[in-house]
């Protein structure tokens, strides 16, 4: 079975300051990817960034990177030099490939940031 | 930059209405997707495509269906709507890139039944 974990209901960040958003997932299949996905508050989905799980460096793009550590399944999500608008849920998801290819979510993390 | 269009935004509709949530893109993608989410929730999908004439029911299980006779539209209907449901109807398209399979998604459609 598939299993994408975020533990972090909500988080809040200083303005300018690095946040951390944790992510562990479950899967049995070699072949899998991991996503980051942002939902401001008009609802749409905006995909953030993507790690393939032979991909052996961490992701990065802009302002955001994906802490990938295989062995202890997490893909967190860090977000450098937070701005206001980054205020949003945040979403992980994965991919499987013996599931279909079909994406699992997690729950989300809410984050503020504070002026 | 994904064009994957969703209308309408929001939806006010009483009970025992049929209605169509539209969605169509403009990517050429293959692979196309109805999410449901419930306010501050997780994502459940409950329907997705391969391509044409292809239709497959998600995980969570809906009253509603889907038909895809073009690539490029995907829409999604309720033959007779409930408060139940009322939610938020979110669609995707995903194109294999690099190995990647991302899926972009629409701006959602905001459901209400009453």
């Known amino acids: 079975a598939q299993k994408i974990t975020q533990t972090q209901p909500g988080m809040f960040v200083q303005e300018k300051e690095a946040v951390t958003l944790d992510c562990t997932y479950d899967t049995s299949d070699p072949s899998y990817g991991l996503f980051w996905y942002k939902q401001p508050s008009s609802g749409e989905m905006i995909f953030l960034i993507y790690q393939g799980s032979y991909d052996q460096q961490n992701a990065t793009e802009g302002r955001y990177s994906l802490n990938f550590q295989k062995a202890r399944k997490s893909a967190n999500l860090v977000i450098s030099a937070s701005q206001l608008g980054d205020s949003a849920m945040y979403f992980c998801?994965?991919?499987?490939?013996?599931?279909?290819?079909?994406?699992?979510f997690g729950t989300g993390t809410s984050l503020t940031v504070i002026p | 930059e994904a064009d994957i269009y969703q209308t309408p935004r929001y939806l006010v509709i009483g009970t025992g209405k049929k209605i169509t949530l539209e969605c169509s893109q403009t990517?050429?993608?293959?692979?196309m997707y109805w999410y449901q989410q419930d306010p501050g929730m997780e994502l459940h999908l409950i329907h997705y495509?391969?391509?044409?004439?292809?239709?497959e029911k998600g995980d969570l299980s809906s009253e509603s269906t889907v038909s895809r006779i073009r690539t490029e539209h995907f829409p999604l209907t309720l033959e007779s709507a409930r408060p139940s449901h009322t939610s938020q109807y979110l669609c995707a398209s995903s194109e294999l890139r690099t190995g990647a399979n991302i899926q972009y998604f629409g701006a959602g459609t905001r459901l209400s039944v009453l």
């Open positions: 990517m050429g993608h293959d692979k």
């Open positions: 495509s391969y391509g044409v004439n292809s239709t």
């Open positions: 998801a994965m991919r499987a490939r013996t599931a279909g290819n079909q994406f699992y």
